[in-house]
C-alpha cells in the first residue's frame, strides 16, 4: 500500500497545536526551536529539542509526535511507533497520529493494524484528506473498486485539483461497468494532464468497449506520437483497427508490438491474422 511521508505535512501540524497545550515555558521553548531546527532539515538536532520538551512536560503531546515524526523520517519505526502510540495516549482525539502511526505499521508490513488505524483517523476526521486518500489506494490495491468509487467521491470533493483520484475512480468505474462514467473521469483527468499516457489508454480501452473503435483509435495512436514505444498501444490499436474491418493495418501494430518485445503480442497474431 503506497503511503505519502512529507516533512512539512508534519510541521504544519507542529505549528497549529504547540501553542495551546503547554504551560511549561521551558517545555515550549525547546518544541519551537525543534520546529525552527526542522524547517533547516537538521533532523538530528531537532529531534534534541523535542526530546528537552517532553523531558521538561511529559504531558507535551506534540513534541512526542514530531519525535514520531522525525524517527520515522530518520527509518527508526520502532520509536516512531512508540512515540506515534505515546502522542495518542495523551490526546486520544488527534486524528493525524492515527494516520502517521498506520504509515509506520504499513512499512513493517502489518497492513490489517495499519488499515485498522487509518479508520480510526477517518473516525476521528472524516477529511483527513491524506488518510482518505490511504483507503483509495487500499480498496483499488486489493480490487474492492465498488468501495473505491464512494470514498474517491469524497476524496475528490476535498480536493478537486488531485488528478490521481480522477484516474482512480475511473478505472473503479471501468471495472464496475460504468465506461460512460470512466471516460468521463478520463476526460477530467486529461484535462489536467494532456500528456497522461494512462489516462488515453484507459479513455480508449473505454471508448472500445462502447464500440466507438474510430476514437478509441485515435486515443491510442496520441499514446504513440507521445511515446513510439509503448507496445500495449499498439496491441490495442490493432483490435481495434480489427472492429472496423481495417485487418492488415492490425496486424501491422500487432507485428510492431511484437518487435517492442510485448509478450501477447504473439497470441494477438496468431488470433487476429492466422499466422
Known amino acids: 500500500m503506497f503511503r505519502f511521508f512529507n516533512a512539512l505535512y508534519f510541521i504544519f501540524f507542529a505549528i497549529a497545536f504547540f501553542s495551546c497545550n503547554s504551560d511549561h515555558t521551558g517545555a515550549k521553548d525547546h518544541f519551537n526551536k525543534g520546529i525552527d531546527l526542522l524547517f533547516k532539515e537538521d533532523n538530528t538536532a531537532a529531534k534534541k529539542e523535542f526530546e528537552a520538551a517532553v523531558t521538561a512536560d511529559t504531558s ?58 487509518n479508520n480510526r483517523a477517518l473516525s476521528l476526521k472524516k477529511d483527513l484528506f491524506l488518510a482518505l ?43 464496475n461497468g460504468d465506461f460512460e462514467g470512466a471516460i468521463a473521469d478520463f476526460n477530467t483527468e486529461l484535462k489536467m494532464d ?5 489516462a488515453l489508454m484507459n479513455r480508449g480501452v473505454a471508448l472500445g468497449e462502447l464500440k466507438n473503435y474510430r476514437a478509441a483509435i485515435d486515443d491510442m495512436n496520441e499514446v504513440i506520437n507521445l511515446d513510439p514505444k509503448v507496445s500495449q498501444a499498439y496491441l ?40
Do not use: H
Open 236 to 275: 490495442f490499436k490493432g483490435v481495434f483497427l480489427s472492429k472496423i474491418n481495417i485487418k492488415d493495418s492490425a496486424c501491422i501494430n500487432f507485428n510492431i508490438a511484437k518487435k517492442l518485445n510485448n509478450p501477447q503480442a504473439d497470441s494477438y497474431i496468431k488470433s487476429y491474422c492466422g499466422k
Open 60 to 117: 507535551y503531546w506534540q513534541a512526542y509526535f514530531e519525535l514520531g515524526s522525525v524517527s520515522l523520517m530518520q527509518g527508526d519505526l520502532q520509536n516512531a511507533m512508540f512515540y506515534y502510540k505515546r502522542t495518542i495516549s495523551i490526546n486520544p482525539k488527534f486524528a493525524t497520529a492515527y494516520y502517521s502511526l498506520s504509515n509506520v505499521e504499513n512499512l513493517m508490513g502489518d497492513e490489517r493494524a495499519s488499515a485498522k488505524e
Open 194 to 198: 494532456a500528456k497522461n499516457l494512462t
Open 133 to 175: 486518500l490511504s483507503k483509495c489506494r487500499e480498496e483499488y490495491s486489493s480490487s474492492n473498486y465498488k468501495a473505491a468509487i464512494p470514498d474517491l467521491d469524497t476524496l475528490i470533493s476535498l480536493r478537486n485539483d488531485y488528478f490521481i483520484a480522477y484516474g482512480l475512480r475511473g478505472t473503479s468505474k471501468f471495472k
